[in-house]
């Protein structure tokens, strides 16, 4: 087994692990995760850190980076998205009291630990495959 396999199964096995972890913290709702039982995009990313995982362990490693190149995309399409949902809250919301405790709800809206995981994991396979493959050793 080589060592860039580790690496980029490791990765895999965490960016499969991010779909399950809160993406977002919503007060008095919790922690919102990707999966959303099966129904949200994060049943693409599962299935993009399994292909990656299979693709690690044969002879495509080089090219595990197209499931992460796929799954950064989706975190940047995702962050853009939420962003400018958060931003577009607060300028419906201009009555009053009411008003003022919606942008307080709004702005206590926040990204969970599994999106930064997520991140880390896509990038990995994103921009890691190159030099794994021109350095890699037997283990």
Known sequence: MKRSQVILFTFSCLLAVSVFLPLINIPFI??????KNGKGDGTIVLSLAVIAAVMSF???T??????GVV???????????????????PSAT???????????L???I?????????????????FLPPFLVQHDKEI
């Open 110 to 126: 926040s990204i969970g630990y599994g999106f930064v995981i997520m991140g880390i994991a896509a990038a990995g396979l994103t």
């Open 71 to 89: 799954a950064l995309g989706m975190a940047g399409t995702f962050l853009i998205r939420f962003n400018q949902h958060i931003g577009s809250i």
């Open 94 to 104: 201009n009555a009053g009291v009411l008003g003022d405790l919606a942008n307080t």
């Open 58 to 60: 044969t002879r495509f």
């Open 106 to 108: 709004v702005s206590s």
């Open 30 to 35: 919790g922690a919102v995760n990707y999966f």
């Open 62 to 67: 080089k090219w595990v980076l197209i499931p």
